[in-house]
């Protein structure tokens, strides 16, 4: 009988250790240490052709950059417009795609409907926590004639996943979910480090030899890592992670790690009841519809990837009841938040100190891009103040420590995306009108240095 062997993991980043250890020393985390049973079988199960991850079936030799031909990724373009373009501009054949995202969010919605409605393409839909019949149900909400081949297997052990592909031959793979994937040549439960990194490593090496696209669906644990190892993420060629506030009905695809493509794309997505509906124009559904303008809303000309998106943003301002003032802010970083609120009191003179500050982007959609700081500001100001914006005057700047207005990359997208959508006004820093070229926009331009100039022009 083998000898069992065991490692200990860290449950975050899949460090291996062979005793227990209280802190890792890889990821500096306390406490995440389990022990796994890590022996393989050797017994001829059959697995993805090439037996074992440790086999070299092919041995390449070293070739001159100047030799290598480039030929151009076949691309799987599908209606699904906005995956598209997360993906950057198709599912690249061969791929591994990871998609995270928190229970209930709609992973399998997407993954499913993808999996129907591309014309005349085998799918195979591995499903290893629904039944077919509830994925029939689903299937019936989104899409009741697929245009597709689809087959929906339930099945768990990789070692049966391969056998039936290989009778399927499927132009598409799909795995709900890599957590409750098992291999047996691992002895740990499903989900454990051990085993989802070993049957990545399977379904990697099936979708480079074959060719075949494969999208594993990925849980997410509360603190936003994919659950199982951060190891995943290296393993895999993208990683796309879906999100979005659960009671909102927009959803965000955004790529984190893209082999090919740009890792700042974003799709929008709409959950209605027959499933997920693509949003193609954001800046619309993201304005409200308001007549009369209020005090605390302000828009912003941001970027998200390659497109320009105005996004609404509200503040509120009011004197706290207690000694501590609240703070917080959805959609955007508390501490970044923080330190715009230093800059209005020690900058411009505003005292904010003993003020509870509320921050909200509408449509529940999370905001990196640094140029939404100036259309935070004014928004802050106007609640305080009680002075509405008007809602033709929108904003695209960052605001830095000393107060002053900087710059942010591609300005003619969003000065042409605000002139697009009807506003008059826009506001960038002085410092983003070299080589721009005023006279070709109809919107009025107002270009300012320091923050105390740009409230003097808003609110006189
Ligand atoms: P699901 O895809 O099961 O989420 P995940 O796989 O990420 O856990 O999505 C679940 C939610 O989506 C559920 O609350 C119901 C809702 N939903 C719709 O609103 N419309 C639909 O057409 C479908 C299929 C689901
Ligand atoms: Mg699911």
Redesign the pocket.
């Known amino acids: 009988m083998a000898k069992t062997k065991s490692s200990y993991f860290c449950q975050s980043c899949g460090y291996e250790s062979p005793k227990w250890l209280g802190k890792c020393p890889a990821c500096q985390q306390w406490n995440t240490f389990v022990e796994e049973v890590v022996e393989k079988k050797s017994s001829g199960v059959p697995d993805w052709k090439s037996a074992g991850s440790t086999s070299l079936s092919r041995v390449n030799k070293p070739s001159k950059v100047q030799e290598i031909v480039y030929t151009e990724e076949h691309r799987l373009v599908t209606p699904d417009k906005e995956l598209n373009r997360v993906l950057g501009g198709g599912i690249v054949g061969g791929s591994l795609v990871l998609i995270g ?10 993954m499913l409907q993808l999996a129907l409605i591309v014309p005349n393409l085998k799918v195979l839909y591995v499903s290893g926590e629904e039944s077919e019949q509830q994925i029939k149900l ?1 299937a019936e ?2 899409l009741s004639k697929p245009v597709s081949d689809c087959y929906i297997l339930t099945e768990t052990s990789t070692q049966n996943i391969f056998k039936q592909i290989e009778l399927l031959e499927p132009n598409l793979v799909i795995i ?1 979910s890599i957590q409750t994937l098992h291999s047996s040549h691992i002895e740990s439960t499903p989900g454990s480090v051990s085993q989802v990194r070993e049957c990545t490593a399977e379904l990697l090496r099936f979708a480079k030899e074959s060719s075949t696209p494969v999208f594993l ?1 990925g849980h997410i644990t509360k603190d936003g890592m994919i659950a199982g190892p951060k190891i995943l993420e290296h393993m895999v060629d993208t990683v796309l992670q ?1 999100e979005g506030d659960r009671h909102h009905v927009y959803r965000i695809l955004r790529a984190i790690k893209n082999r090919f493509g740009s890792a700042s794309e974003l799709g929008i997505y709409e ?5 997920l509906r693509e949003v193609s124009n954001p800046s619309e559904i993201l304005l409200s519809q308001r007549e009369e303008p209020l005090s605390g809303v302000t828009i912003s000309a941001t970027m998200e990837g390659m497109r320009p998106m105005l996004i609404e943003t509200q503040a509120l301002v009011s004197t706290s009841p207690y000694g501590t003032p609240q703070r917080s802010a959805t959609g955007f970083d508390t501490r970044r938040m923080n330190m715009l609120l230093a800059v209005l009191e020690k900058r411009c003179g505003f005292k904010l100190g003993a003020k509870d500050v509320f921050l909200n982007i509408a449509g529940g959609i999370r905001v990196e891009d640094p140029s939404i700081d100036l259309g935070l500001v004014a928004a802050i100001i106007s609640s305080h103040e009680d002075i509405p914006v008007s809602y033709k005057v929108c904003f695209a700047a960052e605001v830095g420590l000393s107060g002053e207005i900087r710059a942010v990359t591609r300005i003619e997208q969003r000065i042409a995306e605000a002139q697009k959508l009807g506003f008059e006004q826009i506001f960038i820093s002085k410092y983003n009108k070299k080589g721009l070229d005023i006279s070709k926009f109809n919107i009025e331009i107002k270009t300012v240095a320091k923050v105390e100039e740009m409230f003097s022009l808003l609110f006189g």
Do not use: A
Request: proline share 5%.
């Open positions: 995202g928190e229970p209930g969010i709609g992973k399998s919605t997407l689903r909400r989104i709900d669906i879906f959950m209605e009841g027959t499933g």
